[in-house]
């Protein structure tokens, strides 16, 4: 859901912290920056920031809360990354849930779907009720924004 929500590329969801995500203005940071990958911030609509509220973040609580004593037993995690890995937004293993996807996809549609093309769903919705390209290009994180696209981002997101 997130990847199609917020147009993020199918790895950023597992670098954001639970920090990241601000739950009064519907907004989720996005720290990876390189050369070629820009992403800033995403916007979330308020029924998906309903959603995490009352589902998601309850059941990562308690997933988060099972898990780490064992993960403290094992003795091959440093305290640092047990606690880095508490504070993931998505603190659960990228390629099997990754690989549940693309199983449960298979069983409701009858097909895998890359999960890429949740990507290019977002942008593809984005511009077809007529937000700017430029807009959609930065909030996917593919052109910096600059002063004049941040202002237009802005009176988008008043809307």
């Known amino acids: ?27 989720l940071r996005i ?42 037993a094992s003795g091959f995690f440093t305290p640092e990354v047990i606690e880095a890995t508490k504070r993931k937004l998505i603190p659960f293993d990228q390629s099997r849930l990754r690989r549940e996807i693309k199983d449960i996809t298979v069983k409701a549609i009858g097909r895998e779907i890359e999960l890429y093309d949740l990507r290019k769903f977002f942008a593809t919705w984005m511009i077809s009720q007529g937000v700017p390209e430029n807009i959609v290009n930065t909030l996917q994180g593919r052109a910096p924004p600059s002063e004049g696209t941040l202002s237009i981002l802005y009176a988008y997101c008043a809307h």
């Open 31 to 72: 720290g990876k920056v390189t050369e070629t990958k820009r992403a800033f911030v995403a916007f979330l609509r308020p029924e998906f920031l309903n959603w995490i509220k009352a589902y998601y973040l309850p059941r990562r609580l308690a997933m988060v809360k099972m898990i780490t004593p064992g993960i403290e």
């Open 1 to 27: 859901m997130l990847l199609a929500e917020a147009g993020l590329r199918p790895g950023e969801p597992f670098i954001v912290t639970i920090d990241d995500l601000d739950l009064e203005h519907g907004v």
